[in-house]
């Protein structure tokens, strides 16, 4: 037919969609995810999925994030303009009871001790219930370790970046704060509970419109 191609689909409301990413998100679209969304939605959000489960994995080197490293092996990650991370793996332990191997490296020199489950063993374990990235009101673990505390009790009303709850890992305190405003609807994991990233902790009723 004659015409510009895509002449007769109808007009994108951008506000409309950086709308709804911004709820989807609980923050501000930048306008190069607005676009993104509105052409791959599912590829977009779950591209950001990733990133807030594992952070930004493109400062590592191709190699090591598609291969993992050897013992021995140092790699130099740069996260930041003049921050450098230099890792060493110094090795790997055998598996536990339920999958799970020691990883020991060195992070700037100090030495660093972390858990992985090994899912190539097929050991089955008991898996508490993942958040769904496409529901802000859902708040998971950023990472594996310990369920130490809540800050509020179900009930309780939290603004949007609140802290809500501390998860430990390696000795080091992470704060876990709330994608939106609201009220805390449900606790769904008990302090002393071990996690793994994605567990989902609890559940926020955004405030009414």
């Given at each position: 037919?004659?015409?510009?191609?895509?002449a007769?689909?109808?007009?994108?409301?951008?506000?409309a969609?950086?709308?709804?990413?911004?709820?989807?998100?609980?923050?501000?679209p930048?306008?190069?995810?607005?676009?993104s969304?509105l052409?791959?939605p599912?590829?977009?959000?779950?591209?950001?999925?990733?990133?807030?489960?594992?952070?930004?994995?493109?400062?590592?080197?191709?190699r090591a994030?598609?291969?993992?490293m050897?013992?021995?092996?140092?790699?130099?990650?740069h996260?930041?303009?003049?921050?450098?991370?230099?890792?060493?793996l110094?090795?790997?332990?055998?598996?536990?009871?339920?999958?799970?191997?020691?990883?020991?490296?060195e992070?700037?020199?100090?030495?660093?001790?972390?858990?992985?489950?090994?899912?190539?063993?097929?050991?089955?374990?008991?898996?508490?219930?993942?958040?769904?990235?496409?529901?802000?009101?859902?708040v998971?673990?950023?990472?594996?370790?310990l369920?130490?505390?809540?800050?509020?009790?179900?009930?309780?009303r939290?603004?949007?970046?609140?802290?809500?709850?501390?998860v430990?890992?390696?000795?080091?305190?992470?704060?876990?704060t709330?994608?939106?405003?609201?009220?805390?609807?449900?606790?769904?994991?008990?302090?002393?509970?071990?996690?793994?990233?994605g567990d989902?902790?609890?559940?926020?009723?955004p405030?009414?419109?």
């Amino acid at each position: 037919m004659p015409g510009r191609p895509g002449a007769d689909l109808p007009r994108t409301d951008f506000d409309a969609a950086a709308a709804e990413l911004k709820q989807r998100l609980g923050r501000q679209p930048t306008g190069g995810e607005v676009l993104s969304y509105l052409l791959y939605p599912k590829v977009m959000l779950g591209f950001q999925d990733q990133r807030t489960r594992y952070g930004d994995v493109s400062v590592l080197p191709t190699r090591a994030f598609l291969h993992g490293m050897a013992p021995g092996e140092e790699i130099h990650v740069h996260v930041d303009k003049g921050r450098t991370l230099v890792i060493r793996l110094v090795g790997v332990s055998e598996p536990d009871v339920e999958g799970r191997r020691a990883v020991f490296l060195e992070l700037n020199g100090q030495p660093r001790r972390i858990f992985v489950r090994d899912r190539q063993l097929g050991i089955v374990v008991e898996t508490h219930r993942k958040v769904n990235p496409d529901d802000v009101r859902e708040v998971g673990a950023p990472l594996p370790g310990l369920l130490v505390s809540y800050a509020r009790r179900e009930g309780e009303r939290v603004a949007s970046g609140e802290r809500l709850a501390v998860v430990e890992a390696m000795k080091m305190e992470t704060n876990v704060t709330a994608p939106i405003g609201g009220r805390i609807a449900k606790i769904v994991l008990a302090p002393g509970t071990r996690v793994e990233a994605g567990d989902l902790l609890l559940e926020i009723e955004p405030e009414p419109a």
